[in-house]
């Protein structure tokens, strides 16, 4: 594994499910196996899941960690090549990165979409100067357009929790949000799910379909009660609209998740990859529920990055 971005970095994903969940057995089983090694992170937005989990999970292979909080202490980055920097920026971001070379064996980055400048957003424009100026592995944090460690540690949570010898079915439900919130977490999951064996749908309001880069041939269901039905698992999230880009179409009808909802499926588990609007995304009852792994899932946020972070290690020797 030269870089992290996406499920296509990865060569067999139920070999590195299971190489995660022996991981999660011993999580300090190989202590060593960083050392002499240094591992950069690079926020340029906030977090608590990704920044807690990867370097709890750096910390458990030995790797020395750094944390930059780019967007607060650091100097103004530029993005624009061939620009005169004669504005408020004060770095260009391929000479922070080049310094990053110097310091780092393996760069991780965390970016959002600008949720501006739609062609901007699904051409990476920040983490495409990661991979195009880094000289060590780069493994996405998070980025304009996916959310790589959220969806591993979501396939690793399907997995310890189905038993049944038949497909589960999964079920994307979009959520009511109060301000336009980028496609990542949704394109993500739904490429993983592609990857998975089970069955797999995404239900959302018109105007709201994701990327058909992304969900391909996976049905779209604009009913939300006909998609919840016999579900195993309902990943719950909300995203703005792609085609009226970073905008807010009229909704009708009630798309929070509740326990009458739940009742639809098979006593369905319910995820969400936090943090989570209570009571708008989704309700108390079902948060707080039976039928909740929600912290489970978050959890597993340490394992994803501690397989990753392992098998880059690997290529590093």
């Not at 980025?143 to 589960?168: F, G, M, V, Y």
Request: aromatic share 8%; proline share 3%; glycine share 4%.
């Amino acid at each position: 594994m030269k870089n992290f971005t996406s499920v296509y970095d990865i060569a067999q994903l139920q070999n590195t499910i299971a190489k995660a969940l022996k991981i999660k057995e011993n999580p300090l089983g190989n202590p060593t196996k960083g050392k002499g090694k240094t591992i950069g992170l690079v926020f340029l937005n906030s977090s608590l899941r990704t920044r807690l989990s990867s370097q709890i999970a750096a910390q458990n292979l030995g790797l020395n960690v750094l944390v930059l909080n780019a967007a607060q202490e650091a100097w103004n980055l530029e993005f624009a090549d061939v620009t005169v920097m004669n504005g408020d920026t004060v770095e260009h971001i391929k000479d922070a990165i080049e310094v990053l070379n110097q310091y780092c064996d393996i760069i991780a980055v965390r970016c959002f979409a600008g949720m501006k400048n739609k062609e901007d957003d699904v051409k990476e424009s920040i983490l495409s100067q990661f991979l195009k100026h880094a000289k060590v592995p780069v493994v996405s944090l998070e980025s304009a357009t996916r959310h790589p460690l959220q969806s591993l540690a979501d396939c690793i949570t399907i997995t310890e929790n189905w038993t049944e010898n038949r497909k589960p079915k999964v079920v994307l439900t979009w959520a009511p949000h109060i301000k336009p919130i980028a496609q990542a977490v949704g394109n993500s999951f739904t490429e993983w799910m592609q990857q998975m064996d089970v069955d797999f749908v995404i239900t959302n309001p018109e105007g709201y379909d994701l990327d058909k880069g992304f969900t391909k041939d996976t049905p779209v269901i604009h009913n939300q009660d006909e998609a919840l039905k016999d579900a195993d698992f309902v990943y719950v999230k909300n995203w703005s609209s792609f085609d009226d880009y970073a905008n807010m179409p009229k909704v009708e009808g009630d798309w929070m998740l509740t326990n009458e909802k739940l009742e639809l499926t098979n006593q369905a588990k319910v995820m969400h990859c936090l943090p989570v609007r209570r009571n708008l995304e989704l309700s108390d009852e079902v948060m707080d529920g039976e039928n909740s792994i929600i912290y489970q899932q978050a959890k597993n946020r340490i394992f994803s990055a501690q397989v990753v972070f392992s098998e880059i290690l690997d290529e590093l020797k």
